[in-house]
């Protein structure tokens, strides 16, 4: 499991391009057989993946977790960017199709991931965090997710939010996470952008075409950067920083927040104005 430690806005502004990728950047979570994490000390999220093809594959418990068994004292959210496959959770198996989204409540002892065919695989993106109660594990397809829809062609930023691990659609301790969707032509994303001191976020971006790229902008307001992230990589967000980006072509992205409230909506807008 990689290991991140938080950041401050003071040390972001030391770093060159190759620092702010090690520090932020999410690379490799897809490697056929195996799970991969990424544990930041940044509201203690963890993010990973996992593309079982000729067996199944599980998280592994160790020294930073102290806990039994992985979901011991947290939650789980988990959306399926690949083929079919299935997640087994206390015996209970849960068959997730392309873009379908489990919740896995705290105390769950034992979670495995598999594929429903080891020649198209299928590809999870999970999002954990810390939990102080236990609720129901629920699946949620892109179908049943709540829709909100924002933007303009006009400004570029049309896209169709689907929220999934949500207060409105599921209980979660402190977890909020689901998908957007950019319309054909649309290439912003989170603009105007916004902050929001109590909770910090992970943007997983995939659909990215092969030969495209997104610029995602990070940083406080008025002293921002950017990394360049291609298709199935993920940025970690600061409560601190704006999160925002730009593609050359449209793409998706999943979004995971962990933090002090659930309100989706409790957020700092910026102003173009103050933009640096």
Known sequence: ???RNAMHPDHLKL??????????????????????????HIDRIIV?????????????????????????RREMGIINVGAEGLVTADGRKYALNHKDCLYIGMNVRELSFASSNK??????YFASAPAHASFPTVQVSREDAQQVKLGAPETSNQRTIYQMV????????Q???GLTELAPGCVWNTMPCHTHDRRMEVYFYLEVPQNAVVFHLFGEPGETRHIVVRNEQAVISP?????SGVGTAN?????????ENQTFTDMDDVAMADLK
């Open 1 to 3: 499991m990689d290991i």
């Open 251 to 259: 793409y998706s992205f999943i979004w995971a927040m962990v933090g």
């Open 239 to 243: 409560s601190w920083s704006i999160h």
């Open 166 to 173: 949500h207060p409105s659609v599921l209980k979660s301790c």
């Open 15 to 40: 770093l060159d391009t190759e620092g702010l990728r090690k520090q932020l950047l999410v690379e490799g979570l897809f490697e056929t057989d195996k799970l991969k994490m990424v544990y930041s």
């Open 48 to 72: 990973g993946g996992a593309c079982p093809a000729n067996k199944s594959v599980a998280p592994l418990v160790n020294k930073q977790l102290g806990v039994d068994f992985f979901l011991q």
């Open 119 to 124: 020649n198209d695989p299928a590809k999870f």
């Open 175 to 177: 977890l909020v996470m």
